[in-house]
């Protein structure tokens, strides 16, 4: 006989126990109650919003920073800040590097939720459960967002479960189920058409009758999904395994952790990128070679234009030429604030930490040898703001410190002098 003290651990997890409830609903409506085709199919179609929404609560609050496998104009930008809009009274907040997710993940949640009900409810035809099946799909919804949501406020927020995720890992579990009830739902359905003879050959598949498939079916439905729901589960043991063992499974992926910055043991001096270097820099050479993006911005308005043209819209075509140059360097102004507007260099005899003055931050901070390069590079701009930019080389990434007025402090921690002074036209 188990002890009572150790019973706890036979406890299923508030993620097997939403998942059951998800499954058991449909599961006693289909064999109890009597449902369709069309009840269990909107039911799945709820639940792939519920779970999307939730999915998103968990992004907006993850704990840990996101990762970009480039430097995204903006979302670059905003990634780089180590700082997060804190929520009163909890440990939690909002991490600059989600916003840039949340900006792609809303809109394609949405076109997923979509795009499962054209291949799901829109298959099935116009048919619809009946009025009393309705208000227990309905409800049953409602008892899967409960489940849910109290599964993430148990597990996510109060175990605290948000700061071994960032915004990434947060979200992508969803579409597993999305592409479950979406394909799965076309398929299904597809072959219950066939099989039931209750279309003919030239008739569009939503012409597919959801009264005539018979219980067998329906649980079949059911048990299928559930088996795909508990893959989900077994998944993140999986990955749970895959980051206690010595094997690489490629289940498992660590996001990156919030890292604490140290500040400079004692100031020396601080340095700013000029005003007119603050105010300008976005438009340099060097940043729209590290930008190109701004410029595919800019050409996919001339091409639209280019229609107009062949109409001969002028107005149209003056306007969106002015907004083609304007969007551009608008965007890069944008993100080079973001990026140094508010930095300053905090430096003392072998360290310098930049801190952000706006977001009350620390960045990033380097030695003196933990640099392998060391380059100063004075462009157009350059001259004419008589300003300098020092980019520092590290193992893994470039460090910028652009348009100093005077870049010897920063020079001077170092044992070596740059290599060269490179000018760019």
Known sequence: M???????R??????????????????VGVVALGWNLAALVFLYWFELGILSFWALVKAVFAGRPSEFDSDPLIGGALASKRTAIPVPFTDLGIRFSTL????????????????????TVGVIGPETPDSDALVMVVLSAFGIFLSEGASTLLEYFYRGGYRDHSAQTAIQGVFMRAAVIGVG????????????????????ITAVDPTVVGLP???????VKFSFDLGGLYRERLAAFDEASSFELGWAYEPPPRESIEPVSAVDKRLRPTLMGRLFGGISTENVRR????????????LISLLFMMGRVWDIVLALVGVSLIVPIGLLTIDYGLRYGGVEYRISEDEIVAHDRLF???LWRIEAWDESGLRVERGRLHRLLGTSTVVIECADQELWLPHLEDPDPILDVFDRRPNGVQRRE
């Open 2 to 8: 188990v002890p009572f003290e150790n019973a706890q």
């Open 10 to 27: 036979y406890i299923p997890s508030p993620e097997t126990i939403a998942v059951i409830v998800a499954n058991v609903l449909p599961l």
């Open 100 to 119: 840039p997710v949340l900006a792609v993940a809303i809109p394609i949640l949405t076109l997923v939720w979509f795009f499962a009900g054209v291949t």
């Open 185 to 204: 739902g076309l398929f299904t359905a597809t072959f219950i058409g066939l099989a039931a003879d209750s279309v003919a050959s030239d008739d569009p």
């Open 217 to 223: 079916i329906l649980v079949g439905i059911v048990l």
């Open 291 to 302: 930008h190109p993006g701004a410029l595919g911005v800019g050409g996919f308005l001339l």
């Open 360 to 362: 009350r931050t620390r």
